[in-house]
Nanobody, 115 residues
């Protein structure tokens, strides 16, 4: 059974950094495209960063240059390094496949950027 478990969120001041982790059970990262998504209050869920099976990455314009997605194929983990955080990055962050599979959503991890 596929299970995605996100961790690493928290409260951080503007300009700070966080690293999120996603444990992807029963998903082979070397042959699947993965993504980090986020949902802010009152907004739709959006893709912020993706990493293809080839290792190629893509980013939403709003996070380009500040966020970095990576993976550890051996440990089956997907990471999201977030630097220079802004209040508008406040959201619940989720990982999922690309294209996403609704049945695979985990509980997400809350990121709050506030002074």
């Amino acid at each position: 059974q596929v299970q995605l478990v996100e961790s690493g969120g928290g409260l951080v001041q503007p300009g700070g950094s966080l690293r999120l982790s996603c444990s992807a059970s029963r998903i082979i990262l070397s042959i699947n495209d993965m993504g980090w998504y986020r949902q802010a209050p009152g907004k739709e869920r959006e893709l912020v960063a993706g990493i293809r099976s080839s290792g190629r990455t893509n980013y939403a314009d709003s996070v380009k240059g500040r966020f970095t997605i990576s993976r550890d194929i051996v440990k089956n983990l997907v990471y999201l390094q977030m630097n220079s955080l802004k209040p508008e990055d406040t959201a619940v962050y989720y990982c999922n496949l690309q294209p996403l599979r609704n049945e695979y959503w985990g509980q997400g991890t809350q990121v709050t950027v506030s002074s």
